[in-house]
């Protein structure tokens, strides 16, 4: 009884926001690359409520059902970022080398025009992760692109699988070794960070279980981060770990093996192609940069090739931003693995639609058009791997949150006529491409390594 | 005794092919010269449109485009039926051999210390060898213009072709004297200066500059009276050298400037100063069009793929920004201003094609009118007998993801489509041994 009553206020809270965010939408005539199903022509999708229920020719939705032309159109999932920072008032929490108990969903920020802006290129969820500063960073969150809305929570993709942020490499150990001065400061320490936090989180299970089968009198201590820690032990939690070169990817691997964890995604990767057949050996999976490298020395041995060689080796493969700059069109970084390594169009359009959707496990939810899934749809002028498409509608649960003839020049939702130092222009910072290093800069000037600073001041990527 | 020099010759051959193979993984295979003739391909002129023809490569040069062409006994042929013939791309704006790995200081030379430095040569610094170079290649840019950054005068930039083992072999004819104009109008909300700070700081700045050029045009006119009494300079003053040519007007001043005020303001100086501009950025120079147009102002602008500087500007204005321009009838180059991935020029000049510019005024924004801009149009910028031969072959429009660059060519040379991406990719795709 006592739980019907909870479960029935808390669905009469949830109703408005069902209500406002889920739409019906009929789209009529349009090339349906539907991804995992081939592609239709000259065919319809009607979505009701905010998920596709029909598929098919000649649809008929009821009276008063907003109608959509696609004709000449192509029409194709909502695109997925596995790794962005929109949205999002914080990126590094870099206080320590393992932060596991914050979360980046506690910092979401809906009225960023990076939303609008990343909708005007058709992706409609993106994986707004913390930073790459600590070898366990926060927990990340899966947004839907809901541009409009103003309370962060409608941001969040409700049921979305924890996800959580780790890192290898230069930035944990330029952030804490160097800038520091402690440990880790080079990857044999990052490697020990691992061991160490998995190893007290077992500790820590093991005597949170002892205490409930009264084994032991006192309970204790809480522990969020250890918590967090637990959670991914349990198989509760998807790693995505920001990594580049092979050795480090390796020594992931075999950490995670040793702890019996499976769910790893690896990020950026750029040396993934060097061990593709042990990656999908180990059933991690690859969300890379289309063609970024060279802006540091851990990415000096890469190729543009990378997500070509990851996917004819089985690796599940990704094309993500990490860039205000990049989520704006990646349907165009999608197309350059038919430059460099020949992909076919499925294969292409995989890389941002399902695929990052099986990295962020929402695959059963999202990332082709497949009657049950929810309606996140983005139509484009021409196909969408041309160099010359444009993104014309963007779908977001049904409703249209992106339309190029319905465009105000300007799409802030925050602006505030008394602020007598309003500006409009960016932070010079928010315009370099972003930025997995954001925040650490501003935190570090607090300690005394100026020079670091200036030198992190003058990187155009930080990734 | 034979047999031991058997041995060492055996020895020897063993070492000599080992090292080779393992040289061979190192390295980009060599260039081939001409002549080539370059049969029956359509031929993107740029400057006289487009047509099927054959194209005679001799030396350095196009030596002829047309049909029966009369070729000399050596001559290599490629089939070019069904291909397509472009002029190679030239970026505007890039720090490419100056860059190598940009979080590694001392791999960067695009940056010495000193706000009035205008006499550092990039083309001091260029490195042939710089990774970077193969793999922009491969996407049809052949020349770059590569230029110093960040301070008020940081140097002068240099027009390279990407080919070449010295910087003297790569020289493409250019140079350009770089400044940064001073920005002085807020600069976003977190900048908490008051209206009245603002000004101060904007006077300052441009005192700055004007202090600079009243000193430049008075050591031009005592270096023009030394001249004509034939009389030494008294002192050593390389920055105002490397002015000289600028203030006599024999030299264009290359601006680094984007927001509309800051373009406003460096429209009234170069008038007010009398000096021949190009604007280089210019992000919001489709805000101020008819004032760039009106004042002959020469725009290099991007990259295209650039987050628009405001929260209020529409999302596609960097996209529409070179057309704008264009449209307004000015001269308009587009770069990259990148290093590692000027290889996305194209891409870039695209992007704007699509957005309202057309991919035919979009090509000459990425061959001829930099060319003119250079002031190098003659030997440069598009296919026409007598200039440089430094064109690509390929199976469709460049600008296309799905197709592919087969050939290059610059000053002649025949130069391979390898690069450490390919070499990674040909090693990597099945790995030996794999699993």
């Known amino acids: 009884m006592n739980t019907r009553i909870i479960y029935t206020t808390l669905l009469c809270f949830l109703l408005p926001f069902i209500g406002f965010n889920q739409g019906s939408i009929l789209i009529k005539n349009g090339t349906i690359l539907t991804v995992t199903k081939g592609t239709l022509q000259n065919a319809d999708i009607f979505m009701e409520n905010g998920k596709i229920t029909d598929i098919g020719k000649n649809l008929k939705a009821p009276v008063g059902t907003k109608t959509v032309d696609a004709t000449g159109m192509f029409v194709m999932p909502g695109i997925i970022d596995a790794h962005s920072h929109i949205a999002i008032d914080a990126v590094n929490e870099a206080t320590s080398p393992n932060t596991a108990d914050v979360n980046v969903g506690d910092a979401l920020n809906p009225l960023d025009v990076a939303i609008y802006r990343a909708l005007a290129g058709g992706v409609t969820i993106s994986h707004a992760m913390h930073g790459s500063a600590n070898a366990i960073g926060g927990q990340c969150e899966t947004i839907k692109h809901r541009y409009g809305v103003v309370n962060p929570e409608e941001l969040r993709m409700v049921g979305a699988p924890r996800t959580i942020k780790f890192a290898l490499g230069e930035n944990p150990v330029r952030v804490h070794g160097e800038g520091n001065k402690i440990s880790p400061a080079t990857r044999m320490g990052v490697e020990q960070v691992f061991r160490q936090a998995f190893s007290e989180a077992k500790l820590y299970m093991k005597a949170w279980d002892e205490y409930k089968k009264g084994l032991i009198l006192n309970s204790p201590m809480y522990n969020r981060r250890l918590e967090t820690i637990a959670d991914i032990l349990k198989g509760n939690i998807i790693i995505h770990c920001h990594s580049y070169r092979a050795d480090e990817i390796l020594m992931l691997m075999n950490v995670l093996k040793d702890f019996g964890i499976e769910k790893i995604c690896f990020q950026h990767v750029n040396e993934g192609f060097k061990v593709a057949p042990e990656l999908a050996a180990f059933g991690a999976s690859a969300s890379v940069f289309s063609d970024w490298w060279a802006y540091k020395f851990e990415v000096y041995y890469s190729t543009a090739y990378n997500a070509a060689i990851l996917t004819r080796n089985g690796v599940v493969t990704s094309i993500n931003s990490d860039s205000d700059e990049l989520i704006r069109h990646l349907y165009l970084e999608a197309a350059k693995t038919q430059r460099y390594g020949d992909l076919n169009d499925d294969e292409a359009l995989a890389l941002i639609t399902i695929n990052p959707a099986k990295q962020l496990g929402i695959d059963h939810r999202v990332g082709s058009i497949e009657i049950g899934k929810e309606g996140d749809i983005a139509i484009f002028d021409k196909h969408p791997l041309s160099v010359y498409t444009i993104p014309q509608m963007t779908i977001v649960d049904g409703i249209i949150r992106f339309d190029i003839n319905n465009d105000a020049p300007d799409m802030r939702l925050d602006v505030n006529p008394e602020d007598k130092f309003a500006s409009d222009y960016l932070e010079e910072a928010l315009l370099k491409e972003d930025n997995c290093l954001q925040g650490v800069s501003e935190w570090l000037l607090q300690s005394d390594h100026a020079s670091y600073l200036r030198f992190i001041y003058s990187q155009r990527h930080s990734h | ?435």
């Open chain 2, 1 to 435: 005794m034979l047999y031991k020099i058997q041995k060492f010759s055996q020895v020897l051959i063993f070492f000599c092919v080992f090292l080779t193979q393992n040289m061979s993984a190192q390295q980009i295979k060599k260039a081939v010269s001409g002549p080539f003739l370059l049969k029956n391909g359509t031929v993107h002129s740029v400057t006289n449109g487009n047509f099927i023809a054959d194209i005679l490569i001799q030396g350095d040069k196009i030596v002829s485009v047309g049909k029966n062409i009369v070729t000399p006994s050596n001559t290599q042929e490629i089939d070019c039926t069904g291909k397509h013939i472009y002029p190679g791309f030239i970026d505007g704006g890039t720090r490419l051999g100056l860059a190598e790995i940009e979080s590694i200081s001392v791999t960067n030379d695009f940056h010495e210390l000193g706000d009035f430095i205008p006499h550092m040569k990039a083309l001091t610094a260029i490195n042939p060898n710089s990774v970077s170079i193969p793999v922009t290649r491969v996407n049809g840019v052949t020349t770059v213009f590569s230029k110093p950054e960040r301070s008020t005068f940081p140097g002068t930039g240099a027009l390279i072709d990407l080919f070449g083992y010295t910087p003297e072999q790569m020289y493409a004819g250019a140079e350009g004297v770089m400044m940064t104009f001073p920005s002085t109008g807020r600069r976003g909300r977190f900048d908490r200066r008051s209206d009245e700070d603002i000004k101060k700081d904007s006077e300052k700045a441009m005192q700055k500059i004007n202090d600079i050029w009243t000193k430049a045009k008075l050591y031009a006119t005592i270096d023009s009276a030394l001249a004509v009494e034939k009389k030494p300079k008294s002192s050593y003053n390389p920055q105002m050298d490397a002015l000289l040519p600028v203030v006599r007007k024999e030299a264009k001043l290359f601006i680094e400037v984007n927001k509309k005020d800051d373009i406003e303001l460096a429209v009234k100086w170069v008038k007010e100063n009398g000096i021949r501009a190009v604007f280089t950025g210019v992000a919001e120079g489709s805000r101020v069009t008819s004032l760039l147009k009106e004042n002959n102002i020469e725009v290099i602008t991007g990259p295209v793929l650039r987050v628009p500087g405001r929260g209020s500007a529409p999302f596609d204005e960097s996209y529409r920004n070179a057309s704008e321009m264009v449209k307004a009838g000015i001269l308009v180059a587009i770069r990259t201003n990148d290093a590692e991935n000027v290889r996305n020029l194209p891409f870039n000049a695209a992007y704007a094609a699509s957005f309202g510019l057309g991919i035919e005024e979009a090509l000459k924004c990425i061959t001829i009118n930099p060319a003119k801009i250079f002031g190098v149009d003659k030997t440069y910028g598009s296919i026409e007998q007598g200039k440089t031969a430094n064109l690509f072959i390929s199976n469709g429009d460049p600008f296309e993801l799905k197709t592919r660059i087969e050939y290059l060519f610059i000053r002649g040379w025949n130069v391979p489509m390898e690069s450490r991406h390919t070499l990674l990719y040909d090693e990597f795709i099945e790995r030996n041994p794999g699993k």
